[in-house]
């Protein structure tokens, strides 16, 4: 549950890349005009997102979920409101109630004080929060959130099958438990696959940590240093400089949320995909069914978490995983054990 139903902070391990060619003009400070809902009585959905989707593939992933949503339910195109800042969240969520959609999906941990809020203030108003969740329950707030580790240990269990040194690690943002789900499991999927695997975490840390390149650099740069041949990435901003180490370096790394092996050829072997288009699209669809106001986990049997290398297309994805048949073999087996409920991976944020 990361950082979602107690309200912890959320980790967002996507490309922080801010496109202000994106940002529309108006009191909605990202609201994208050119895509009003459209046909008289249809069902009507709106996305809000923390930032600006640009090349954060984390939200475009969100935004396929809502266009998908719209298109299963006969509704007409949903409105996009892109978020830069405190002020233009706040601004674009109180937009998107004005307007009366039937579902209001809110992506990120930025949004659950607001979401509590409105929900409060507006409760025939239905919201869908994606990866947090509000500290209370509402009946009109469904949480849709994520169990990130099971995927994690997967990528561990390729890194415990690939190293040579018998040494992996991670660069992770804070210390803490709920982002420890992206080392810690990561260690034991090694330790599953290579029983004499040892592991190191370090992390980033300091005033910027969701953000810091060269911090994120540093610490991957001391891994490899010290013998780490496999390095889990979890710097969300920063993973360009863990995987700038580990070229310099000679180490392979592992990327978060989307593909990241196609700007990082030769160095990334696989990444932990979050999907928040499946949750964007089955959360609205339960909302209508009249099944809201609960929390759903998504994991690997609900096919909300998975890695590149277990996806269709993984040929062409320019992962080093494709390489290692052998590899993704043995690791497609762990997958179905933990989705058949056999195997189980500890939660640190438990």
């Not at 990866?131 to 209370?136: E, I, P, V």
């Not at 911090?215 to 013998?227: E, Y």
């Not at 290692?324 to 944020?349: F, M, N, Q, T």
């Amino acid at each position: 549950m990361s950082l979602r139903t107690s309200r912890r902070t959320s980790l967002r391990l996507s490309s922080l890349a801010v496109g202000a060619a994106l940002l529309a003009t108006g009191c909605n400070a990202a609201a994208k005009k050119d895509d009003a809902q459209d046909g008289a009585g249809a069902k009507a959905f709106t996305l809000v997102t923390p930032d600006p989707v640009a090349q954060n593939e984390f939200l475009k992933l969100a935004v396929s979920g809502v266009k998908s949503a719209a298109k299963a339910q006969g509704a007409g195109a949903p409105k996009v409101f892109q978020s830069s800042d405190t002020s233009s969240q706040q601004q674009n969520v109180q937009s998107a109630v004005d307007s009366a959609p039937d579902v209001i999906a809110l992506v990120g941990f930025e949004f659950a004080d607001i979401a509590a809020q409105q929900a409060e203030a507006h409760p025939k108003q239905q919201f869908l929060l994606v990866d947090a969740c509000t500290k209370k329950t509402y009946e009109n707030v469904t949480c849709a959130v994520f169990r990130e580790h099971e995927a994690v240990y997967l990528a561990g269990a390729e890194a415990g099958l690939l190293t040579k040194s018998k040494k992996v690690g991670a660069v992770d943002v804070l210390d803490t438990p709920q982002f420890r789900r992206y080392s810690e499991p990561f260690a034991a999927g090694a330790k599953k696959a290579q029983p004499k695997a040892k592991s190191r975490t370090l992390f980033v840390g300091g005033q910027s940590p969701f953000n810091d390149a060269a911090r994120a650099k540093d610490q991957a740069a001391t891994l490899g240093s010290g013998g780490v041949d496999q390095v889990m990435a979890a710097a969300a901003g920063g993973n360009t400089g863990v995987f700038q180490a580990a070229k310099a370096k000679g180490f392979e790394a592992y990327g978060v949320d989307a593909n990241q092996c196609l700007g990082n050829p030769g160095v990334v072997v696989d990444n932990v995909l979050k999907k928040t288009d499946v949750a964007v699209e089955k959360g609205i669809a339960q909302i209508l069914k009249g099944k809201g106001g609960t929390t759903v986990s998504y994991g690997l049997k609900e096919g909300g978490m998975s890695l590149t290398g277990l996806e269709p297309g993984v040929a062409d994805s320019k992962c080093l995983i494709a390489d290692h048949k052998d590899v993704l073999k043995r690791v497609e087996s762990l997958r179905d054990e933990i989705v058949a409920g056999k195997l189980k991976v500890d939660d640190p944020a438990a």
